[in-house]
């Protein structure tokens, strides 16, 4: 069977500004490529359509045309909140054309919301939640819509909705992702600016779930269940990137890359006894970080570890982050940088209960940690998240799915005069950091460092001084006074 896989553009940008987010990263769409592998190793004949790496040439006629070349008798969307619309005006578009195309939505925005899509959003036959790699393959295989763990669709005008699915992968057994399906995969796919020290990168996820289940995190696909690669897969698959296109530095796109210690500790070993000569970023839990591991981390390669710290306010993570000793936060940073790698923190600026004073507290308290980098993105109530289901009675909720990109304030907590003055607080919040004298000590040694990105800051400049002048700096009456 002929599929065709879509990536949409969605609306990656901070409203009323524009759209510099590819210049700056560019990310493979991994779930799409996991299905594809799959679908592929199964025999079918599989197709990706990557709107996220040009940007600039979207017209969607010249899909259309391209899907009416390739004759495709499924189309299957992934989708996150801020893209589903960008995706359904495509998806009204094909079967406007094509009725006889069958028209698959999947992703963490179509899980939380189930059924509703379907009552919603005529023009969509099927919505895959949960883990989708099974769920597809069944479809295109002929199986019965009603046997399909997982799935919502209809019949007539009937919609049924299937138990949620509990037959999951074994995540070694699944084939690499089909990273050769995308154009021009590494080259067209730059990671983050100074957060990799070579050049071409590659994204990797390795696990699947969370144990944990705070107040902001969407955890419609994989629930509550934690499964992981093993450290041999792990191993074999970066070798594979690096045979096959060259790569040099591995991005793990896991929540908790570290919360199997054993499975850390074989891959760390295998990369010791046959190095690769790669290079790679992880994220993790405080709570699962300690200095032989840091110290086992930095031998196998391991360039920058993040962290979700999400604030300085112990008040605002005691209601919202589980398990989290906000006194080791501190020393964890330390630790990483002692261990000789680099510490990213993570950031949530507007959670509900948030203040202008803790707002301040957060500042101070980055100030403090010293880090070599951080990213704070503006909390957005997510439909599958725990806070979604009473977030109005928090504060101002705009729910416009195309601005729920975590760059746009949709939600201003009752204790914040206005979406204006939450506004301000973040660019001050985020020049103080990048202009401040820490990060201004570190930068000139991170050019050598990472010559690429300095060869892209150089030759993007004026889109990246375009990106700079949205977060240019505003008065704020008491705000300097309190962080200073």
């Known amino acids: 069977m002929k599929i065709l896989l879509i990536n949409p553009i969605g609306s990656n940008w901070i409203e009323g500004a524009e759209d510099h987010t590819l210049v700056a990263i560019r990310m493979a769409p991994i779930g799409l490529l996991s299905i594809a592998a799959y679908l592929l190793r199964a025999g079918h004949e599989v197709r990706i359509y990557d ?39 495509l998806c009204e578009a094909i079967k406007c054309q094509m009725p006889q195309i069958k028209i698959v939505f999947g992703g963490v925005h179509v899980s939380a919301l189930r059924r509703k899509i379907l009552e919603e959003f005529s023009a969509i036959d099927f919505v895959v939640t949960g883990e989708g790699e099974q769920a597809i393959a069944d479809l295109a295989s002929g199986v019965l819509p009603q046997t399909i763990q997982g799935l919502v669709f209809r019949v007539g005008p009937t919609i049924h909705e299937n138990n949620l699915r509990t037959d999951l992968c074994q995540l070694d057994t699944l084939p690499f992702p089909a990273y050769h399906l995308l154009k021009d995969f590494p080259k067209n796919f730059p990671g983050a600016l ?38 041999e897969y792990l191993y074999a698959q970066m070798h594979f990137l690096k045979k096959d296109f060259g790569v040099k530095h591995i991005f793990f796109y896991d929540d908790l890359f570290t919360l199997n210690r054993e499975r850390i500790l074989k891959f760390c070993q295998l990369l010791q006894n046959k190095p690769l000569g790669m290079t790679f970023n992880c994220a993790a839990h405080v709570g699962h970080l300690d200095a032989e591991l840091l110290k086992l981390l930095k031998s196998a390669g391991c360039w920058m570890v993040s962290v979700g710290i999400e604030s300085g306010a112990p008040e605002i993570l005691a209601r919202h982050k589980t398990k989290v000793d906000f006194t080791a936060m501190k020393s964890v940073v330390e630790k990483i940088q002692k261990a000789g790698l680099r510490a990213k923190g993570l950031f949530i600026m507007g959670l509900p209960g948030e203040t202008e004073e803790t707002i301040a507290i957060t500042a101070n308290f980055i100030k403090k940690l010293n880090l070599d980098d951080m990213n704070m993105t503006k909390f957005t109530p997510f439909p599958g998240s725990p806070i979604y289901q009473n977030i109005r009675a928090e504060g101002i909720f705009n729910e416009k799915w195309n601005l729920m990109n975590c760059l746009n304030f949709v939600f201003i907590p009752k204790e914040i005069a206005s979406k204006t003055r939450l506004d301000n607080l973040y660019n001050q919040c985020i020049r103080q950091f990048y202009t401040g004298r820490n990060w201004m000590r570190k930068f000139g040694l991170l050019t050598l460092k990472s010559p690429h990105s300095m060869q892209r ?26 962080t200073s």
Do not use: M, W
Not at 194 to 208: D, E, G, L, M
Not at 462 to 481: D, G
């Open 457 to 482: 800051l150089i030759k993007n400049l004026p889109t990246f001084l375009k990106i700079k002048s949205n977060f240019k700096p505003q008065r704020i009456k008491n705000y300097a006074h309190t």
């Open 51 to 89: 709107c996220r790496s040009a940007l600039n040439n979207i017209n969607r006629a010249e899909i259309i045309t391209y899907i009416k070349t390739f004759k495709p008798e499924i189309v299957g969307f992934t989708a996150v909140t801020s893209s589903f619309l960008n995706a359904y005006a």
């Open 194 to 231: 100074f957060n990799y020290p070579r050049s071409p990168v590659a994204t990797i996820v390795s696990s699947r779930g969370c144990v944990y289940q705070c107040s902001y995190c969407d955890r419609s696909v994989y629930r509550q269940s934690f499964r992981f690669n093993s450290a």
